[in-house]
């Protein structure tokens, strides 16, 4: 019998879904970071009747083990816009085509999931600099506000890899909320500026475990912030 996994992190516990094995969540992983739209619908379609759920049930079961790293991450990271829009959408719609009132946020486990390093798909949008993956995450209800395990918004991440129209928008999406809400987000310190070298986490790599800044997913490796 192959093995199951079941997911937990030290921020939530996700709700009893699919019970996929390492090797599915490998191949629906694999096929994200590839942008192979075709066959990632297939096996999401396939796992869906396998299991008798949704496809988003499927879609938030399929979290990496080891890092907490979704699908989501994945096309934030390597600015696959397409592709998270059509995951969006099928977390919205539960992947049946009947669509569903209010933001993908509405379904918070995993818009706003952070992975092992605290970090969201919209830290690591910020950092590549993936402005379209930004903006699609912000407007469809990503919580700009969370801090990653280093402490740093997705703003702040941003600024330290020096992508600054990623920062200008994140910057003016912000105020607005503000305006809005009278919400304001814990900005980062002038500490943490002075410590931006060294407060990233090493086990945030690239996928031949080395340090990587931004790194496109080339043959499926997988592209996560590393030390600048």
């Not at 019998?1 to 992983?29: C, H, K, S, W, Y």
């Not at 979290?63 to 907490?68: A, N, Q, V």
């Not at 340090?211 to 912030?225: F, K, L, S």
Request: with cysteine; net charge negative.
């Amino acid at each position: 019998m192959p093995n199951q996994v079941f997911f937990e992190t030290n921020r939530d516990i996700n709700m009893a879904g699919p019970a996929v094995t390492i090797d599915e969540i490998d191949d629906v992983l694999y096929f994200t970071r590839i942008n192979e739209a075709q066959d990632l619908q297939q096996t999401l379609t396939g796992l869906s009747q396998k299991y008798g759920c949704q496809v988003k049930d499927v879609l938030e079961a399929c979290i990496d083990p080891e890092t907490g790293n979704t699908l989501l991450h994945f096309c934030s990271a390597n600015g696959f816009v397409e592709l998270l829009q059509n995951l969006l959408i099928q977390l919205k719609s539960g992947g049946n085509g009947v669509a569903i009132n209010g933001k993908a946020a509405d379904r918070p486990h995993l818009i706003n999931r952070q992975n092992q390093q605290g970090s969201t798909p919209l830290h690591w949008a910020a950092y590549n600099g993936q402005l379209d993956a930004v903006k699609l995450l912000v407007k469809e209800g990503s919580d700009m506000w969370i801090k990653n395990s280093a402490g740093h918004l997705a703003m702040f991440e941003a600024e330290r890899a020096d992508k600054s129209e990623v920062v200008q928008f994140l910057l003016e999406a912000g105020g607005k909320e503000v305006e809005k809400t009278g919400r304001e987000g814990q900005a980062d310190t002038a500490e943490d500026v002075e410590e931006a070298d060294v407060s990233m986490h090493p086990g945030e790599l690239d996928g031949n475990g080395s340090n990587g800044g931004q790194a496109q997913a080339a043959g499926g490796a997988a592209v996560e912030m590393g030390e600048a």
